[in-house]
């Protein structure tokens, strides 16, 4: 209706790109970083992001008190020693290594790194020399690297040892880190379970990044089964206390070193979470676009409420006299602004930055120099979040479609793939893979007394007949549905003996725990089936 007076207010159209990489870039620089730079973000909550941080391969982020085995696990994961690698029960790693992907072996002291336009480490600058002397990249050709990067991080010192002061400010080192890894693993040793206040201190600093954070309980083939039990609880009720989300957060049991286990009545639990733990490690190079542009999101939202928070300041300040007054009583009052804020742009509180932090940082500042709330700044950032966004999700998708098998390669991750160590091997449906026996024969006479009187017609049992047995496994319908279809080779709507005898030896698979295959395997064929074509 009446279109013709809205000729000046036509939509923009969202703009085009080649790679997520490259869109991600241009969005950040054209839209977001104006209005960071207009009210002094960089300043209050994060530097301004470079080309290297989209392009870099994912990091994960390694955390923990000193001694739970960070270094080892990294081992564990290489199969290789890399440079400037020390492992002892004292607190050895005393320095950030960024374990990379290199032609030749190497160490690159942080100095250095950090004017390596390439490397994504530029902005580590303002932690200063006491940090950087402490920071190095350490090089070699490894599979894994090819893939993904490592960080190692010093120990988290608790008692006496953390009243020495590092000479820099570590949680906020970490917290940087947080923002560009794409994953974070906590370690914790079965037999220290304290968490420090330093320890307490980089949890909390880790805040807003939940959804990256893994924990891991290590060492744990050096306590019995009951001890294991009493101390995961303990550390779940630890971790309760500091990370203040309602889900709970996973816990990955193992011992991640190549020494035999102690201990090994938990193999089986072990080979379990180590599983699992690697497969959300692999996922992450599939995963990594999708993870620059959430953490950009997440980036715009935060900057979207501190250019409200900065103009209202602003708005309120006089410009003439009272000003130090004044800027005592908006700092005090800083809760009722957020509060303000929040009602009349509608901002989830969540949103908010840290408020004790944010009226620490304005102290230092001077609040007549902010700027007013320019409107044409923050269109740009919701027009990126409404429009831009929604395409790159559509140039996400289509290039994991293209990269399906981008996953980490190498090391530990290969020592299980293949052969009679893969996880599961000669267990569940997999047993008897190797026999020359047809597995379900062991049991075959007692499922053969049961077949014989459920009147079979033909050497067959009726569909009918046959579930009346098997519904006596208490399993569900989709379970027993997905058991017929396996055993039902000939699919002619019956079983003869040997399918019979095969449905039997499912249902135990699955009633021991075990998950039944999507396509039966070659080894479960019943004998005289194995020549009917598929």
Known sequence: MFSWLGTDDRRKEPEVFQTVSDGLKKLYKTKLLPL??????????????????????????????????????IRYLLEQDFPGMRIGPEPTTDSFIAVMHGDTEGVIPGNALVVDPK???????????????????????????ESISVIDTPGILSGEKQRISRGYDFAAVLEWFAERVDRIILLFDAHKLDISDEFSEVIKALKNHEDKIRVVLNKADQIETQQLMRVYGALMWSLGKIVNTPEVIRVYIGSFWSHPLLIPENRKLFEAEEQDLFKDIQSLPRNAALRKLNDLIKRARLAKVH????????????????KENKKKELIGSLGDIYKRIEREHQISPGDFPNLKKMQDQLQAQDLNKFQPLKLKLLEAVDDMLANDIAGLMVLVRQEENQRPNAVVKGGAFDGTLNGPFG???????????????WVVARDKPAYDEIFYTLSPVNGKVTGANAKREMVKSKLPNTVLGKIWKLADIDKDGMLDDEEFALANHLIKVKLEGHELP?????????????KIPE
């Open 423 to 437: 996880h599961g091997y000669g267990e569940g449906a997999g047993e008897g893979i190797d026999e020359a026996e």
């Open 518 to 530: 999507s396509d039966l395997p070659s080894h479960l064929v019943p004998p005289t089936k194995r």
């Open 119 to 145: 490397k994504p480490f530029r902005k580590l600058n303002a932690f200063g020399n006491a940090f950087l002397n402490r920071f190095v990249c350490a090089q070699l050709p490894n599979p894994v690297l």
């Open 307 to 322: 250019a409200y928070i900065i103009s209202s300041l602003k708005k309120d300040m006089p410009s003439v006299f009272g």
């Open 36 to 73: 960071e730079e207009g009210y002094k973000f960089h300043e209050f909550h994060s530097p301004a992001l470079e080309d290297a941080d989209f392009d870099n391969k994912p990091m994960v982020l390694l955390v923990g008190q000193y001694s739970t085995g960070k270094t080892s696990f």
